[in-house]
């Protein structure tokens, strides 16, 4: 592989693309100036917080504004709050859209976890996040307070958030009792009931008594995977609800019957109550003009007494969506630099011997049976990761579809055993038959033994709680695929004498070494140019759930430790996607569709099914699974992306070591520079 006039292009493409999305992208985060975007952090009590503050250009000491802080769901961080930072502080709002601790740059100090369970972990922060950002920004001379010292600060919180504003609002109103001042003037928060905040004492009985007389307000959308159920539904959280005439709900406005959606209630302690119902999902809830119309709408009725400075613009009028599709086509070229920069590296002479030579296209199946035969593979690769994914993510090894699995990898590596002796009978490529039944037994056996056993049970150890199921699903994806692969093998090409290099795979110690270099040195120059962006613009690259974002080094040791599973996945992934893509037939763009196909046909077909029967029915295929499907919404970008990596490079390379390591590292680092990391 040589360095080609056609990387250089493509590298400088990349970055006029990734500035022509960025500079946009921080204009409109900014609100076409209206407010400057800094990110800040402070330490409390509880450890350190961070998040990015949104200053509209008249807030200072001598002309405070009303205050509102906005908090992402778990597994998220600041920036996913993005619409209602840039629609609230370009109206003259001072904003702070907070990371909690242990998400995003903010630190929990560890010693604040009692135990390592999930709830150890998952309990403590979002209980005191919200509270000790109101802390902090009451103190801040910008923020307007009124006569008698009481805070106008607004809180709002998605998912989690809204457990935390919960929170803070129920513990604002205790310390009023001690203090005679409430530093929280209102609250509203989207995709969160009293679910878990009653584990904490704070049911909707208690909130209600702890109002205080604010304004509060919620949205429950209708097709919240979570919350918003009435105690009489059946098992499974993923349906349709109706928020209003649940017992919580009129508990929180005070009705003593079926309430009203999208109307306003007066309370006995003097304050006034809301509740939303977009026809929206819980992660939709952050990625739409109707709620953040909702949160507009809102705080003008919240702060109607403080509204001098803010301007009136209508909640209809939002420019944060273009600032998300300016941030995706910075995606597109961040996408095209890590291509660029792995393709000059690997092209330059110190990493010549990485390489391999081109691999020949493959003829491609012929006859009615053969492509019929090759139909059922392939069709049957993209199926398996969907038709397992909801019990390896929620049933776990002790599931009874999971033990299917286990019983498969058991019988194909029996098979292999036979397979094995016969092929001393083989007239021809013996050697070949030994390899390819040694593989089935091997990979049978890894399946068996992966599917049986969940390495990612303790905490301590594996410390993003919410990757753990991803985890698991994911390597026992690679060992079925595995699997697959070696059958196919022994059974269709071990007669044609095909050799792992024809699979793109070349154990040489010397390659794969100076793969793992290129592919370090390529994620950290991305990497660098991402923080550049960040530095300097205050954006990153994202779309939705799905985002390259800047993280702290604190969590590199918890990347070592996902590491390992993620490269088994995508060696075997590239390995897939070499031998099935790697034909005549399957040069230019319809190789790179097959390649996602692969990758992320599973997780396509899942999610299909999933919110198709959701949104025709009013009842998901699956009804229990909740935030598995939602993580899922992020996987298919994911795979699609290292699909277009490994096709790419394996092609300039001859092999599958880059591709793959590139890939393990790169979507390691940003899977947990987007979740909850413990313990740093």
């Not at 950002?133 to 307070?145: G, R, T």
């Not at 109307?263 to 302690?269: E, I, L, Q």
């Not at 000059?344 to 006859?367: D, H």
Request: glycine letters at 8%; proline letters at 4%; aromatic letters at 14%.
């Amino acid at each position: 592989m040589k360095s080609s006039k056609k990387s250089w292009v493509v590298l400088i493409l990349a970055i006029l693309i990734i500035l022509g999305g960025s500079i946009p992208a921080s204009m409109l985060n900014s609100g076409l100036g209206a407010t400057k975007v800094d990110r800040i952090s402070f330490e409390t009590e509880n450890g350190t917080l961070s998040g990015l503050l949104y200053m509209p250009n008249d807030a200072s000491e001598t002309n405070p504004k009303p205050t509102i802080i906005v908090t992402h769901g778990y597994l998220n961080s600041a920036e996913m709050q993005d619409a209602n930072a840039i629609e609230l502080s370009r109206r003259g709002y001072v904003v702070l859209a907070l990371d909690q601790y242990d998400h995003g740059h903010s630190d929990y100090k560890n010693e604040k976890y009692s135990d390592t369970s999930f709830f150890g972990i998952w309990l403590p922060f979002w209980q005191h996040s919200m509270h000790d950002a109101v802390a902090y920004m009451y103190d801040q001379p910008y923020v307007l307070k009124d006569s008698k010292g009481n805070g106008i600060i607004g809180v709002t919180g998605h998912s989690m958030g809204g457990f935390g504003s919960t929170m803070a609002l129920a513990m604002d109103e205790q310390e009023f009792l001690t203090t005679g001042k409430r530093k929280i003037y209102c609250g509203l928060t989207e995709g969160s009931d009293f679910q878990y905040t009653s584990l904490l004492g704070i049911t909707a009985a208690v909130a209600d008594q702890l109002g205080g007389g604010r304004i509060m307000g919620k949205v429950a959308a209708q097709y919240d995977e979570f919350f918003f159920s009435a105690p009489t539904d059946p098992s499974g959280s993923v349906r349709h609800k109706d928020y209003v005439s649940t017992p919580d709900g009129m508990t929180f406005l005070q009705q003593t019957e079926a309430a009203k959606a999208n109307t306003w209630y007066n309370t006995s302690d003097g304050g006034r109550r809301i509740i939303y119902e977009p026809a929206e999902t819980h992660p939709w809830n952050h990625f739409s003009t109707t709620t953040t119309a909702y949160a507009i709408e809102f705080y003008t009725e919240a702060f109607k007494d403080y509204q001098k400075g803010i301007a009136q613009i209508p909640a209809t009028d939002q420019i944060w969506l273009y600032k998300e599709l300016a941030e995706c086509f910075a995606l597109i070229g961040f996408i095209m630099l890590i291509i660029a920069v792995a393709s000059l590296l690997l092209g330059s002479k110190l990493f010549a011997k990485a390489n391999s030579e081109a691999l020949e296209p493959q003829p491609s199946v012929t006859g009615a049976g053969g492509k019929f035969g090759m139909f059922a593979i392939l069709f049957g690769l993209i199926v398996i990761p969907a038709a397992f994914f909801n019990p390896l993510m929620d049933g776990g090894a002790d599931s009874a579809a999971v033990k299917i699995l286990f019983f498969a990898g058991c019988a194909f590596g029996f098979a292999g055993i036979i397979g094995f002796f016969t092929s001393f009978g083989a007239a021809e490529n013996k050697k070949s038959h030994f390899l390819g039944s040694l593989l089935v037994i091997l990979s049978g056996a890894a399946l068996a033994y992966v599917s049986k056993h969940s390495f990612y049970t303790d905490n301590a150890y594996f410390t993003a709680p919410g990757v753990n199921s991803i985890a698991y699903w994911t390597i026992v994806c690679a060992a079925v695929s595995l699997l697959a692969t070696s059958v196919i093998y022994l059974a269709k090409n071990a007669d044609k004498g095909l050799k792992a290099k024809d699979y793109g795979f070349t154990f040489n110690p010397v390659k794969i070494i100076l793969s793992l270099i290129a592919a370090i040195l390529t994620v950290a120059i991305s990497y660098g140019v991402l923080f550049l962006v960040d530095m300097f613009l205050k954006v990153d690259f994202r779309i939705w759930t799905f985002a390259f974002k800047t993280f702290d080094f604190t969590i590199l040791p918890a990347v070592l430790r996902y590491l390992p599973t993620f490269l088994a996945f995508y060696i075997v992934s590239t390995i897939s996607i070499t031998i099935n893509t790697n034909t005549e037939k399957m040069k230019g763009f319809a190789g790179y569709l097959l390649a996602i196909a692969l990758n992320a046909g599973g997780p396509i077909l899942w999610l299909a099914l999933q919110y198709g029967t959701l949104f025709t029915t009013g009842v998901a295929a699956y009804p229990g699974s909740a935030l598995s499907g939602i993580v899922l919404v992020a996987m298919v970008p994911t795979l699609s992306i290292a699909a277009i990596i490994s096709r790419n490079l394996y092609k300039k390379t001859g092999n599958i070591w880059a591709p793959a390591f590139i890939n393990a590292i790169l979507m390691t680092i940003m899977t947990l520079a987007n979740t909850m990391v413990a313990f740093k």
